[in-house]
């Protein structure tokens, strides 16, 4: 007998959730992350449902981001995983996709495309979860090429806690973030 799996998707309770998110961080701006075709859920379904709930969307998939741009959508896109190659720069310039940079190869290959826009960035710094993002030794050399090249906007910084369902939860890492982001007044995004 062929064990079967089934999961229903009620995509009004996204929204629902998504609403409670808003409601517990009122001056948030929310994006909603929809990677992996909205973690199988499908990308244009929920990104629907969600539209009129959320600020924006994140992604890794350029080809997810730019469905998004075809269908119509016109909020902002964050790019989770920045460039995988320095050509895709064009089209997140044509399509306004916001990179996020964790490595010094994308900060080098933005600053390189001389793009003819300029480009919002979050720069993704490694707190503790040690799979992407800047340390502290490479982070401000990446944030004073940002800063200094003509086709970046506005920069900000961000990280991804990864112990924060472990007891110990995110004290550690946001201090860390803390201690690297200093006295830069840039904007965050956790």
Same mark, same amino acid.
């Given at each position: ?10 995509? $009004? ?29 499908? *990308? ?21 981001? *730019? ?82 090249? $003509? ?31 200093? $006295? ?7």
């Amino acid at each position: 007998m062929a064990l079967k799996i089934e999961a229903h998707i009620h995509l $009004d309770n996204l929204r629902h959730n998504l609403e409670c998110v808003r409601r517990l961080a009122p001056r948030s701006q929310l994006l909603a992350v929809v990677k992996a075709d909205a973690y199988g859920h499908g *990308l244009l379904p929920v990104v629907r449902t969600l539209t009129d709930t959320t600020d924006g969307f994140a992604l890794v998939e350029l080809e997810g981001a *730019l469905a998004l741009r075809d269908a119509g959508y016109s909020q902002p896109v964050l790019m989770l995983e920045g460039p995988y190659q320095a050509d895709e720069l064009a089209l997140y310039a044509e399509f306004e996709l916001t990179p996020v940079l964790h490595t010094m190869w994308q900060v080098d290959a933005l600053v390189e495309a001389r793009l003819p826009v300029r480009l919002p960035v979050y720069i993704k710094l490694n707190t503790g979860m040690n799979r992407l993002g800047f340390n502290e030794d490479e982070f401000a050399t990446a944030l004073d090429r940002l800063v200094a090249a $003509d086709c970046v906007g506005q920069v900000t910084l961000m990280t991804h806690f990864a112990d924060a369902d472990e007891p110990s939860g995110i004290g550690q890492q946001l201090q860390r973030f803390q201690d690297m982001a200093g $006295d830069r007044r840039l904007p965050v995004s956790v």
